[in-house]
């Protein structure tokens, strides 16, 4: 039975990480398409991609909001109310901006609004850590992937369809009034205390938290862990969309296959592995969600092999978001429990960073694999990587070095 406070923690966690997707998503999925129709340049349309960087550097920044804060509010509270305030008032300026006319000072605004969107997450995912008791953990991560999934459905999804509708200021001020309203749940929350990283405030020993991760017993093995795990996912469904278009599939039938359906069924997702992590433990959590990943991408091999009617493609789409998200939710869960309370914001920063640079690596390799060896190729390879991400957890994770006393 969960309690009223469990309840309270999980829908703060929920709001917060709804509303950190809702403009990150419509940033990269809803604007390219709406810019499109606009007349503006594929070419400065691709430039949208240069909003991702500071995601790659969260480690850097982490430890110095681990560090400092100015106010008697909550630590990490603080810089939430902080760097929400600054993205609603910087999408606000973006609403103000032609998008023809003033691009440049545009998709200078979209940085800086992505790069606040960045900070909060640091910050977030630090008060995720101290907020949540060990055996809540679970719960509490499958709560913040399907609020991230949930987020992505409205920001990638509702978003794009306002501004069919309303236009671009009506629904750029839309946006910044829901990240307002998300506010709600973090201004009633009371953050547990927590002691300095470190005696002397000097700026540069901050950073002495980036060393200090990497020197913890068997924290290597779980870096390698997650450079590996959940590639084969990321090199498959880069694939899948193209295949899509290959195949003949509209826009409007892709949106709705990926945009919608399979991240909602990606909450559900996230939601169950939530529930089962802590009866099955961490260690079969991540083997049993990678075996069902591993299943999920090779029904991908169907309409690659030309099985391409919509019951297909829509089975393997949901399939792959279903699985994708409860093995994030497992991995999410150990990186929290890989986090000391006092550098949360860093630790858990420095394993994201890792997670989401092999990511993007994987992800550009889909390509190249593709190029080689076709959709069938690159399929199979992805299902043989994901096999082989379950073979390494067998061997490489240790459960003794997994929770962190807090």
């Not at 829901?178 to 973090?186: D, E, S, T």
């Not at 914001?345 to 990511?359: K, R």
């Amino acid at each position: 039975m969960i309690s009223t406070k469990s309840w309270k923690k999980l829908g703060l966690l929920g709001s917060l990480y709804m509303s950190q997707f809702i403009p990150t998503m419509f940033l990269f999925q809803a604007l390219p398409v709406f810019m499109r129709q606009q007349g503006v340049s594929r070419q400065a349309i691709g430039l949208l991609s240069l909003l991702i960087l500071p995601s790659m550097f969260n480690f850097l920044w982490s430890p110095l909001l681990d560090r400092y804060s100015f106010t008697s509010v909550g630590h990490y509270q603080f810089w939430i109310i902080c760097f929400q305030l600054l993205i609603a008032c910087t999408t606000v300026a973006g609403g103000l901006l032609d998008i023809q006319h003033n691009f440049i000072a545009l998709l200078i605004c979209l940085f800086v609004m992505c790069f606040f969107c960045c900070l909060q997450n640091i910050a977030t995912d630090a008060l995720a850590v101290g907020l949540l008791d060990v055996n809540e953990r679970g719960l509490g991560n499958g709560v913040q992937i399907g609020g991230s999934y949930l987020g992505a459905v409205i920001g990638g999804g509702v978003m794009l369809s306002l501004l069919n509708y309303w236009g671009w200021k009506a629904t750029m001020f839309t946006l910044a009034l829901l990240v307002i309203i998300a506010l709600l749940p973090v201004l009633q929350h009371k953050e547990r205390s927590r002691k300095p990283v470190f005696e002397s405030r000097h700026p540069t020993l901050a950073w002495k938290s980036l060393v200090k991760f990497f020197r913890r017993p068997g924290i290597w093995r779980w870096v390698i862990i997650l450079m590996i795990y959940l590639k084969g996912s990321a090199i498959a469904s880069t694939m899948y969309r193209p295949f899509l278009v290959d195949i003949g599939l509209s826009l409007g039938e892709i949106g709705l296959l990926l945009g919608v359906v399979s991240y909602s069924t990606g909450v559900l997702g996230a939601l169950m592995a939530g529930l089962l992590i802590n009866p099955l433990g961490r260690k079969r959590s991540l083997i049993f969600f990678g075996l069902l990943q591993a299943v999920s991408i090779a029904i991908y091999l169907l309409p690659a092999f030309g099985v391409s009617n919509l019951p297909i493609l829509y089975l393997a789409a949901i399939s792959v978001q279903f699985s994708t998200s409860m093995a994030s939710t497992a991995t999410s869960t150990i990186m929290m429990d890989k986090s000391e309370l006092e550098t949360s914001g860093t630790d858990y920063s420095i394993q994201g960073s890792v997670a989401s640079f092999s990511g993007i690596v994987a992800a550009a390799t889909s390509g190249i694999i593709a190029e080689a060896f076709g959709y069938q190729g690159v399929f199979a390879i992805s299902v043989a990587i994901a096999v082989f991400g379950v073979g390494v957890i067998g061997i490489a994770f240790d459960d003794t070095r997994t929770l962190t006393p807090q």
